[in-house]
């Protein structure tokens, strides 16, 4: 069975300075991973995902995301904080019948 | 334009009451889903339809009835409805070929409130 571990529910970082949002996935065949973003009172909108190309993805925002087998993980980074990236960010992972399988989300927060 | 569209996007009402929550997609998908987001922000997957087929029906209680008209509409009942029913509803949509592969795509959202 496959399930998602994120790993601190909330992170704060000042503005310019480098997000890491961390993720462990479990999953008994090559994995497929996702990474959401919900703003406050929205729903949620794709980041990036991994499905066996390259094992460094790119995605909106400026966000990436980088696969590491041995490690099990899936950490989402950004180079430079902005406060629009202010948000709930769930990492996932499909399931055996195409569903998701969201981790427990990572609420961040960016200080001025 | 939108995508994938949710109505209510807010839904006040008492124990006991019956409401039903629409999803409808305009993205030429054949797969839709319900998820259900709890307090705490947790995401589960409830039920999902392809082409007017149940793929999945989570350990959901029978109060909760999915019904799809069509491969674009996937709409969700709630029969005599509970407080712990309070919870944000997900409706989401992608191709059955490579649902994981193209992702899945979430609409806004129906918060439900039960007092």
């Known amino acids: 069975a496959q399930s998602v571990t994120q790993l601190g529910s909330h992170v704060s970082v000042s503005e310019g300075a480098l997000v890491l949002l961390r993720c462990n996935y479990s999953s008994s065949v090559p994995p497929y991973l996702f990474w959401y973003v919900q703003y406050p009172n929205q729903g949620l909108q794709l980041l990036l995902k991994y499905t066996s190309a390259a094992t460094l993805v790119k995605g909106i925002n400026g966000f990436e995301a980088e696969f590491k087998k041995s490690e099990t993980s899936f950490h989402l980074t950004k180079p430079s904080a902005h406060m629009s990236d202010a948000a709930e960010y769930f990492c996932a992972v499909g399931g055996s019948q195409g569903n998701l399988i969201f981790g427990k989300g990572t609420k961040l927060s960016v200080k001025p | 334009d939108t995508a994938v569209s949710q109505t209510p996007k807010y839904l006040v009402t008492q124990m006991g009451n019956d409401k039903s929550i629409k999803c409808e997609q305009n993205?030429?998908?054949?797969?839709m889903y319900w998820y259900k987001q709890d307090s705490k922000k947790f995401l589960k997957i409830m039920f999902s339809?392809?082409?007017?087929?149940?793929?999945i029906n989570e350990t959901v209680p029978n109060r909760f009835s999915p019904k799809s008209p069509d491969k674009a509409h996937l709409n969700l009942h709630i029969n005599s409805l509970e407080l712990g029913d309070s919870a944000v509803y997900f409706c989401a949509s992608s191709h059955r070929a490579g649902p994981l592969i193209k992702g899945q795509f979430f609409g806004p959202g129906t918060r439900l409130t039960v007092l």
């Open positions: 993205l030429g998908h054949d797969t």
């Open positions: 339809y392809n082409n007017k087929e149940l793929i």
